[in-house]
C-alpha cells in the first residue's frame, strides 16, 4: 500500500516561496508508469494540478502556473518536491502530491490518481 506523507509551512507570506515536500512510502517514484503530481485545492474550487514528474524523471507544469513552479525529486529518500514563488493569498489551499498513471495537469478529478495522501494546509498571509 503506497502512503504519501506532504510536509511544509503551513503559513507563506505573499511574495515568498513555498516549498513542499511529499514523502513516499510503500512504493517508488521510480515505479513505472506513474506520474508523480501535485495537486491543489482552494476554498470553494475544484482540484488543480500544478504538474507532474514522470517515473524517468520527466518533469510537465500547468501552463498557467509553469512560470512560478518548480518539481523536483530525491530519488535516495522517495520524495518529491514542489516550490512555488511569489505567492499570493490566492495560492491558499490545501496541497496534495499523488500519483496516476495518466499525465494530465490543470483542473482535474480524485478519481484520476491511484493514491492520496492527507494533504497539507498552505495560508498565504502576511
Known amino acids: 500500500q503506497v502512503q504519501l506523507q506532504e510536509s511544509g509551512p503551513g503559513l507563506v507570506k505573499p511574495s515568498q516561496t513555498l516549498s513542499l515536500t511529499c514523502t513516499v512510502s510503500?512504493?517508488?517514484?521510480?515505479?513505472?508508469?506513474?506520474?508523480w503530481s501535485w495537486i491543489r485545492q482552494s476554498p470553494g474550487k475544484g482540484l488543480e494540478c500544478l504538474g507532474a514528474i514522470s517515473w524517468r524523471g520527466s518533469i510537465f507544469y500547468s501552463p498557467s502556473l509553469k512560470s512560478r513552479t518548480s518539481i523536483s525529486r530525491d530519488t535516495s529518500k522517495n520524495q518529491v518536491t514542489l516550490q512555488l514563488s511569489s505567492v499570493t493569498p490566492e495560492d491558499t489551499a490545501v496541497y496534495y502530491c499523488a500519483p496516476s498513471t495518466r499525465l494530465m495537469t490543470g483542473a482535474t478529478t480524485r478519481n484520476l490518481y491511484d493514491y492520496w495522501g492527507q494533504g497539507t494546509q498552505v495560508t498565504v498571509s502576511s
Open positions: 510503500g512504493g517508488s517514484v521510480t515505479a513505472a508508469p506513474y506520474y
